[in-house]
C-alpha cells in the first residue's frame, strides 16, 4: 500500500456544524501533516505530528483540531469554522528524514455555507 | 532559511514543445529538492528528486531536473510537452521545521499551459 486515502472527497458543513476529515496511510511513515490549500495557491502547513505527537502547529485557530489516535491514522477536527476556511485539506505522510519526500492524499475539498 | 522561488507563475507550451519550469533555492546546506504535480482537485503527485546521489534526476512522465549548484538551481524539463502535461507544478525543499520533523516547504506554483 504506497497511498494515503483522506474521507470525504468532498464535504459541505454550516458555521455551527461539526465535522472530521479523516487521513489514513499504512506505509509505516512516521511523520504525518495537515495542509490548507487555497486555488491557485501553494499548499499551507497547518500541522505536523512525528512519532504520533504533535511536534508543529503553525497557529491554527483553535476551530481546526488535530488528533492522531495512532501511527496510521491523522483526524482534523471542524467546529465552528468560517465560510474562508472553504478551501482543499490535504493529508501526507513521510518516513520523516529530509530525503524521502512526501506522500500526499487527494485532498478534501470542504465548502462552509 | 532554506526556499524554493519558482519563476514564472505561467508558462504555455506547444504540443511537442520542450517544457522548462524553473526553480531555484536558497539554502546554506545542501538542499534536497523536489518537483510535485497538481491535477484539479487532486492531490500533489511526486514527479523526481534530488537527494544528492545524481546531479541529473529522471522522473516520471518523461520529466527530468538537473541540479546545478553554481545556479542554484533545479530546472524541471521535458523534452516534448502533452496535452496531459497541462497542470500545476510545485517544487519544494524539505525544511527542518521546530519540532525536529522536516517538512515540504513549497514554491508558489508554475501553471503549464499547453496548446494543441
Known amino acids: 500500500d504506497t497511498e494515503v486515502t483522506q474521507t470525504p472527497k468532498h464535504l459541505v458543513m454550516g458555521m455551527t456544524n461539526k465535522k472530521s476529515l479523516k487521513c489514513e496511510q499504512h506505509m509505516g511513515h512516521r511523520a504525518m501533516y495537515w495542509y490548507k490549500q487555497k486555488a491557485k495557491k501553494p ?36 467546529h465552528a469554522l468560517q465560510p474562508e476556511d472553504s478551501a482543499l485539506y ?14 500526499f492524499g487527494s485532498g478534501t475539498r470542504l465548502t462552509v455555507v | ?15 511537442g514543445a520542450l517544457v522548462l519550469l524553473r526553480c531555484n533555492y536558497s539554502s546554506s546546506v545542501p538542499p534536497y529538492l523536489f ?30 531536473a538537473e541540479f546545478k549548484k553554481s545556479e542554484t538551481s533545479f530546472h524541471l524539463t521535458k523534452p516534448s510537452a502533452h496535452m496531459s502535461d497541462a497542470s500545476e507544478y510545485f ?26
Open chain 1, 43 to 78: 499548499p499551507e502547513l497547518m500541522f505536523v505530528y512525528s512519532y504520533e505527537k504533535l511536534s508543529i502547529n503553525e497557529s491554527v485557530p483553535s476551530r481546526f483540531s488535530p488528533e492522531c489516535p495512532n501511527s496510521s491514522l491523522l483526524n482534523l477536527h471542524l
Open chain 1, 90 to 103: 490535504l493529508c501526507a505522510s513521510s518516513l520523516g528524514g529530509a530525503a524521502h519526500g512526501y506522500t
Open chain 2, 1 to 15: 532559511a532554506q526556499s524554493v522561488t519558482q519563476l514564472g507563475s505561467h508558462v504555455s507550451v506547444s504540443e
Open chain 2, 35 to 64: 518537483w510535485y504535480v497538481q491535477y484539479p482537485n487532486q492531490g500533489l503527485q511526486l514527479l523526481l528528486k534530488y537527494t544528492s546521489a545524481a546531479t541529473l534526476v529522471k522522473g516520471i512522465n518523461g520529466f527530468e
Open chain 2, 91 to 116: 517544487c519544494a525543499v524539505s525544511v527542518l521545521g521546530s519540532g525536529g520533523s522536516y517538512i515540504p516547504t513549497f514554491g508558489r506554483g508554475t501553471s503549464l499551459i499547453v496548446h494543441p
